[in-house]
């Protein structure tokens, strides 16, 4: 099973600041034709929303202040000039080596 | 527009069943892989099992191998999961999510808004 690692667990930013969240797996999610890596916003009493696959590929209608980047085991989550929507929970989730399908334990991001 | 309904959830005593429903519109139902994902109080996301889109295919988590039981009718776009032998750790929101059309290799790109279950201790 890989393990997906989220840090840091709760990351207090300002509004209009940047973001940065990392993910690492505990084994390459890599591979010569992708990054198997996804990241996911949830907001408290919704459901998670897909904002990039791919480990840099956002979805479509999501705003280009979420940028992803990394591969092999190490990823980041870029959220540059936040906005109040954007304070939330963020999980990665691995789709490289499955079964299991794997999340990190995710990074809430509150107000400063 | 593309979406899921989870339905079913509700408070079952411990050892107890209980069956989830969660049903899809805006797209061929049977043209993808479908998850349930779930969700304990305060906790993250838990993949749970997955089918693939012509049933060919299920797996599950080793928490709830055995328990739980994932099914579907392509006929009525309607994704299942049976739980049997409810413990109190399987309580949760359980998240019905769709996955790659045809591919069982893939994220899971649309979820429905959840349904609870709660197994008291």
């Known amino acids: 099973e890989v393990v997906m690692t989220q840090s840091p667990a709760t990351l207090s930013v300002s509004p209009g600041e940047t973001a940065t969240l990392s993910c690492r797996a505990s084994?390459?999610?890599?591979?010569?034709?992708?990054?198997?890596l996804a990241w996911y916003q949830q907001k408290p009493g919704q459901a998670p929303r897909l904002l990039i696959y791919?480990?840099?590929t956002r979805v479509t209608g999501i705003p280009a202040r979420f940028s992803g980047s990394g591969s092999g085991t190490e990823f980041t989550l870029t959220i540059t000039s936040l906005q109040s929507e954007d304070f939330a929970v963020y999980y990665c989730?691995?789709?490289?080596?499955?079964?299991?399908?794997?999340f990190g334990q995710g990074t809430k991001v509150e107000i400063k | 527009q593309v979406q899921l309904v989870e339905s079913g959830g509700g408070v079952v005593q411990p050892e107890r069943s209980l069956r989830l429903s969660c049903a899809g519109s805006?797209?061929?139902?049977?043209?993808?892989?479908m998850h349930w994902v779930r969700q304990a109080p305060g906790k993250g996301l838990e993949w749970v099992a997955f089918?693939?889109?012509?049933?060919?295919?299920?797996n599950y988590a080793d928490s709830v191998r055995g328990r739980f039981t994932i099914s579907r009718d392509n006929s009525k776009s309607t994704l299942f999961l049976q739980l049997d032998r409810l413990r109190a750790d399987d309580t949760a929101t359980y998240f019905c999510?769709?996955?790659?059309?045809?591919?069982?290799?893939?994220?899971?790109?649309?979820w429905g808004k959840g349904t609870t279950v709660t197994v008291p201790s």
């Open positions: 989730l691995q789709y490289n080596n499955w079964p299991p399908w794997t």
């Open positions: 791919g480990a840099s």
């Open positions: 089918i693939s889109y012509d049933v060919s295919n299920t």
């Open positions: 999510a769709r996955g790659p059309y045809r591919d069982m290799f893939g994220y899971m790109d649309v």
């Open positions: 084994q390459s999610v890599s591979w010569s034709l992708g990054r198997n």
């Open positions: 805006g797209f061929t139902f049977s043209d993808y892989v």
